[in-house]
T-cell receptor
Framework: EDKVVQSPLSLVVHEGDTVTLNCSYE??????LLWYKQEKKAPTFLFML????IEKKSGRLSSILDKKELFSILNITATQTGDSAVYLCAANSGGSNYKLTFGKGTLLTVNP | SQTIHQWPATLVQPVGSPLSLECTVE??????LYWYRQAAGRGLQLLFY??????ISSEVPQNLSASRPQDRQFILSSKKLLLSDSGFYLCAWSLSALSNEQFFGPGTRLTVL
């Protein structure tokens, strides 16, 4: 059975801190790993990673994939209160239907 | 550009009543469509996916069913709701063959009393 595990489940930091969110996966026919940010409603797409060791960056957020060790990390530097959200990691398990297996998410709270 | 709509945004239904949630996508053709449920633990559970009109695959046995009567329309239904059907229902779409990035609709929060 495909599985994605995120840690920590929740995290409270102060503005300006740097955080690292973890995601490990076990899926058959792995194709890619995706990160989403979910505030109040729908998850919004952050990154899609397909190759090991290549960092993807968007502003203060960055992510990298390790296909040998089957994990990914999401880094957020200089956190702001607007970064408070649930961060979801999902692994695509191949095939033609592009099914995603999601982790339970990490609830990040950034206090002023 | 592509947009995805879901309605209603919120719904409160009694146990045993029927359910129909609708999802439509604009700006793309032949998308893959997905229904997820997100319960209190925050994880997204894939319920159904569809690669074309009339083609539905179910991921978990449950009290729900899905239909795709048109290319860009995906419907989630139940004949009799259970308390355990409460949750946040998300519809998503992806391009059929070029990308496995999924884009989510605004969701429907269902409370079964």
């Amino acid at each position: 059975e495909d599985k994605v595990v995120q840690s920590p489940l929740s995290l409270v930091v102060h503005e300006g801190d740097t955080v690292t969110l973890n995601c490990s996966y076990e899926v058959t026919n792995f194709r890619s790993l995706l990160w989403y940010k979910q505030e109040k409603k729908a998850p919004t797409f952050l990154f899609m990673l397909t190759s090991s060791g290549i960092e993807k960056k968007s502003g203060r957020l960055s992510s990298i994939l390790d296909k040998k060790e089957l994990f990914s990390i999401l880094n957020i530097t200089a956190t702001q209160t607007g970064d408070s959200a649930v961060y979801l990691c999902a692994a695509n398990s191949g095939g033609s239907n592009y099914k995603l297996t999601f982790g339970k998410g990490t609830l990040l709270t950034v206090n002023p | 550009s592509q947009t995805i709509h879901q309605w209603p945004a919120t719904l409160v239904q009694p146990v045993g009543s029927p359910l129909s949630l609708e999802c439509t996508v604009e700006g793309t053709s032949n998308p893959n469509l997905y229904w997820y449920r997100q319960a209190a633990g925050r994880g997204l559970q894939l319920l159904f996916y569809s690669v074309g009109i009339g083609q539905i695959s179910s991921e978990v046995p449950q009290n729900l069913s899905a239909s795709r009567p048109q290319d860009r329309q995906f419907i989630l239904s139940s004949k009799k709701l259970l308390l355990s059907d409460s949750g946040f229902y998300l519809c998503a779409w992806s391009l059929s063959a070029l990308s496995n990035e999924q884009f989510f609709g605004p969701g429907t929060r269902l409370t079964v009393l």
